[in-house]
C-alpha cells in the first residue's frame, strides 16, 4: 500500500506546476545551509560561540514581540524575514514537507501569483497576531510554520475530499489515509489544545499556527466561494 501511495503521490506533485512553492522551498534550504543553525559554516565557530551566533541571528532575522511593538522600522520587516528562517534541521525539514505535499496542489488551484502574494500575507500576519498576543516578549521566534498552516486551511477548503496519508505514532507509523476534512481539522485541534498549554510564552509558535490556519481557511471562502474541486486523488503527510 506505501508504494502504491509513494507513486499516485508522485505522479499528482510532479505533474503539478509549482514554481513558486518549489523556489520558497529552495530559499528556505539555501538560507538554513549558509546559516549558523545548519553548523556547516565554520565561520560561526563551535560551541557557545556558535551558539551565541545563532542566539544573534535569530534575534536579527526573526519576530522579536517587544521590539516589534516599539515601533522600529526595522522590526516591521521581521514577520517577512522570520519566514524564511528555521531553527533546526527538523524544523526546516518538518515545514517544507507539508509545503511540499499541500502547496503544489493550492497553489495550482490559486495560480502562482497570487499563491505568492497568499502565503507572505498569512504568514506575515500570522507571525504579527502571535507577536500580539505576546507584545512584551522579548524571545525571538523564527519559522515558515505560520504561512504553511495557511496553506493548510486553504487546503482543506479548495480540496476536502482529497485523502491524506498520516503516519501516526501510537500506531507504530501506519500509513493510512483519512479524508483532508478529517485529517487538519485535528491537526488545528492539537494545535489549539498545545497553544494553550504553552504558558511560557513564545518558543513552538501554535498559536501562529493557528491564525495562519483561520486565514487560509477564510481566504479560501471568501475568494473561491463554493468553486472548489475536491477531486485530487490522493497527498500525503510524514
Do not use: K
Request: aromatic content about 14%; overall charge positive.
Amino acid at each position: 500500500m506505501l508504494s502504491n501511495w509513494n507513486r499516485t503521490v508522485g505522479r499528482t506533485v510532479r505533474n503539478t506546476p509549482a514554481p513558486v512553492t518549489y523556489g520558497l522551498i529552495a530559499l528556505c534550504c539555501l538560507i538554513f545551509l549558509i546559516g549558523p543553525a545548519s553548523g556547516f559554516d565554520p565561520v560561526y565557530g563551535s560551541g557557545d560561540e556558535l551558539l551565541a551566533a545563532q542566539r544573534a541571528y535569530f534575534r536579527r532575522w526573526g519576530v522579536v514581540p517587544a521590539e516589534l511593538f516599539e515601533g522600529a522600522p526595522r522590526a516591521v520587516l521581521t514577520p517577512a524575514t522570520a519566514l524564511f528562517v528555521h531553527g533546526s534541521w527538523v524544523h526546516l525539514l518538518g515545514n517544507m514537507l507539508f509545503l511540499y505535499v499541500f502547496g503544489t496542489m493550492t497553489e495550482d488551484r490559486m495560480g502562482h501569483v497570487e499563491f505568492a502574494l497568499f502565503y507572505l500575507g498569512c504568514g506575515y500576519l500570522a507571525l504579527l497576531g502571535y507577536a500580539a498576543a505576546n507584545a512584551e516578549s522579548s524571545q525571538s521566534l523564527v519559522g515558515a510554520s505560520g504561512a504553511i498552516s495557511a496553506v493548510l486551511g486553504a487546503f482543506l477548503y479548495l480540496f476536502p475530499r482529497a485523502r491524506v496519508t498520516s503516519l501516526l505514532p501510537f500506531l507504530f507509523f501506519l500509513p493510512l489515509r483519512f479524508p483532508a476534512w478529517v485529517v487538519l481539522p485535528f491537526w488545528a485541534a492539537l494545535q489549539w489544545v498545545a497553544a494553550g498549554r504553552a504558558a511560557q510564552g513564545p518558543g513552538v509558535a501554535y498559536l501562529a499556527h493557528l491564525v495562519g490556519f483561520g486565514l487560509g481557511l477564510l481566504y479560501a471562502w471568501a475568494r473561491f466561494g463554493r468553486r472548489t474541486t475536491g477531486m485530487v486523488p490522493d497527498s500525503g503527510a510524514g
